[in-house]
């Protein structure tokens, strides 16, 4: 590993986010070729670059160099990132197949009026429920996820592993996705 990217990684981890911008930009062209293998319609390159540089921070976090190379770890990272946007899309786009019904049942049935879906219960009830739903670990990784508390902080302070709190960031998204959409 060069030296550079040692150094730069070291102050990703302790907080720096102009070492991060500079880890990203060289490892740009490895973002390049693994975003040409992928395509999201609604996706521009800006949305592409931003998913990047999350990425590239969480891989930054979890780098060990006794465990290989930071550029394999981060294209792996981001390619199965690029794969799970993909396959979140196009579940999205079987819902529309799943509520379709066939032309023969139309002449048979006729048209019916399609069912509205509509919030059961208001907003401020399904998000404290959502956040009652999450555990302590949870919490406090929605709490980075929303820019609250920084990850350096969590893991600084509250002695939490850098692998654990990416980890809760996940679980709390997928709740999160789960309650609110």
């Known amino acids: 590993m060069r030296v550079k990217e040692r150094k730069l990684i ?4 302790a907080g720096d986010d102009e070492a991060l911008e500079k880890l990203f930009v060289l490892y740009k062209p490895l973002v390049n070729s693994v975003v040409k ?6 996706y521009d390159s800006n949305d592409w670059e931003q998913e990047a540089m999350i990425i590239c921070y969480e891989a930054a976090l979890v ?8 550029g394999s770890l981060y294209k792996t990272k981001l390619s199965n990132h690029a794969r799970t946007l993909i396959r979140y899309n196009n579940a999205f786009k079987r819902q529309v197949y799943d509520q379709s019904i066939s032309w023969e049942s139309v002449k048979i ?3 019916q009026e399609p069912r509205r879906s509509e919030l059961a219960i208001p907003i401020n009830d399904t998000y404290n429920e ?5 555990s302590r670990l949870e919490l ?3 709490m980075t996820i929303i820019g609250e508390m920084s990850a350096e902080y969590v893991i600084d302070h509250l002695k939490i ?10 679980r709390a998204l997928q709740k999160m996705r789960k309650a609110l959409f």
């Open 10 to 13: 070291k102050k990703v981890k």
């Open 37 to 42: 293998k992928y395509y999201l319609g609604h």
């Open 63 to 70: 780098y060990s160099s006794e465990k290989g190379n930071f």
């Open 109 to 111: 049935q006729g048209i």
């Open 130 to 134: 959502f956040v009652k739903s999450l």
């Open 140 to 142: 406090i990784a929605l």
């Open 161 to 170: 592993e850098a692998i654990q709190l990416i980890r809760a960031r996940s």
